[in-house]
T-cell receptor
Framework: GAVVSQHPSWVICKSGTSVKIECRSL??????MFWYRQFPKQSLMLMAT?????????EQGVEKDKFLINHASLTLSTLTVTSAHPEDSSFYIC????????????FGPGTRLTVL | KNEVEQSPQNLTAQEGEFITINCSYS?????LHWLQQHPGGGIVSLFM???GKKKHGRLIATINIQEKHSSLHITASHPRDSAVYIC????????????FGTGTSLTVIP
């Protein structure tokens, strides 16, 4: 089956630093990748949609300068949380959509970010 | 109102019990998905349905397109089934946006 990995699985950083999270599709090409944020006991909230080779589309209320997304290849998307603050602490999940089967999304294992 | 509603929000069952989780949606869909999220966070896709019924081991998922309703059943529940089960729908082409339910937290007691 299709596998999506995320790295790191957890990260702790100081306030004001930037953190990069990688999302990779391991055995398929992902023309579209999605970044979600999940607060405790809540469902996933879509942050942005990333298409390979083009700028990401951000959901309303998500600061594009704060959450930088790069989708430089068909197997890799990165989310950089710039100048992180404690309120950015959350669980970040990516998913990838194979180009040939647009309905399916395959989810990564998530990254737990804690900003001190 | 959420596009996807799940019930119940929380469910505790004794090992061996038959479990049903319900999902209703209000948008046009291209498919419905049942996802499982264990403590620690990783999400696993259990089923993708556009009609009828699917079975995988002790898990059964059904969908009624006319009624915009789906159910996830777990037969002979086991403590390892304890997780959050999320119903999600992918909207119609071309966007295929995902809409997520708030999840059902299942605890199976030995």
């Amino acid at each position: 089956g299709a596998v999506v990995s995320q790295h790191p699985s957890w990260v702790i950083c100081k306030s004001g630093t930037s953190v990069k999270i990688e999302c990779r599709s391991l055995d398929f090409q992902a023309t579209t990748m999605f970044w979600y944020r999940q607060f405790p006991k809540q469902s996933l909230m879509l942050m942005a949609t990333s298409n390979e080779g083009s700028k990401a589309t951000y959901e309303q209320g998500v600061e594009k300068d704060k959450f930088l997304i790069n989708h430089a290849s068909l197997t890799l998307s990165t989310l950089t949380v710039t100048s992180a603050h404690p309120e950015d602490s959350s669980f970040y999940i990516c998913s990838a959509r194979p180009g040939t089967r647009v309905v399916e999304q395959f989810f990564g294992p998530g990254t737990r970010l804690t900003v001190l | 109102k959420n596009e996807v509603e799940q019930s119940p929000q929380n469910l505790t069952a004794q090992e061996g019990e038959f479990i049903t989780i319900n999902c209703s949606y209000s948008v046009g869909i291209s498919a419905l998905h049942w996802l499982q999220q264990h403590p620690g966070g990783g999400i696993v896709s259990l089923f993708m349905l556009s009609s009828g019924k699917k079975k995988h081991g002790r898990l059964i998922a059904t969908i009624n397109i006319q009624e915009k309703h789906s159910s996830l059943h777990i037969t002979a529940s086991h403590p390892r089934d304890s997780a959050v089960y999320i119903c999600a729908v992918s909207g119609e082409y071309p966007g295929n946006q995902f809409y997520f339910g708030t999840g059902t937290s299942l605890t199976v007691i030995p």
